[in-house]
C-alpha cells in the first residue's frame, strides 16, 4: 500500500534573535511614493516627494472623472542584524 521512508536527517540550528528596523543611516535609501489609480490601473511615476505623487493623482481625477479611489504605495527601506548574545 503506502511506504514509509526513514525521516531525513534533521539539521539542529540555533535559535538567534534578529532586530529588524527602518533604516535610517545615512546612506540607506530615501523612503519612495507612488500612487496608482484602483479602477484603471494607472499609477504616477515613483518618488522620493509625495506632493508631486498627489499633483498626479490630482490631475489624472479630473480627467477620468468616475475614478474616485487611489492606492498610495511607501517604500521604504529596512535593516536587519543578528543581535549578539550577551554573556553573563
Same mark, same amino acid.
Given at each position: 500500500?503506502?511506504?514509509?521512508?526513514?525521516?531525513?536527517?534533521?539539521?539542529?540550528?540555533r535559535?538567534?534573535?534578529?532586530?529588524?528596523?527602518?533604516?535610517?543611516?545615512?546612506?540607506?535609501?530615501?523612503?519612495? @511614493?507612488?500612487?496608482t489609480?484602483?479602477? =484603471? &490601473?494607472?499609477?504616477?511615476?515613483?518618488?522620493?516627494?509625495? &506632493?508631486?505623487?498627489?499633483?498626479?493623482?490630482?490631475?489624472?481625477?479630473?480627467?477620468?472623472?468616475?475614478?474616485?479611489t @487611489?492606492?498610495?504605495?511607501?517604500?521604504?527601506?529596512?535593516?536587519?542584524?543578528?543581535?549578539?548574545?550577551? =554573556?553573563?
Amino acid at each position: 500500500m503506502f511506504s514509509r521512508r526513514r525521516p531525513a536527517a534533521r539539521t539542529i540550528r540555533r535559535a538567534a534573535n534578529w532586530i529588524s528596523e527602518p533604516d535610517t543611516q545615512p546612506h540607506a535609501a530615501p523612503p519612495t @511614493y507612488r500612487m496608482t489609480c484602483d479602477l =484603471c &490601473g494607472a499609477t504616477s511615476h515613483t518618488s522620493v516627494e509625495f &506632493g508631486t505623487v498627489h499633483d498626479w493623482q490630482r490631475h489624472h481625477a479630473p480627467q477620468h472623472t468616475q475614478h474616485h479611489t @487611489y492606492t498610495q504605495t511607501i517604500t521604504r527601506p529596512w535593516h536587519a542584524w543578528r543581535q549578539q548574545d550577551s =554573556c553573563a
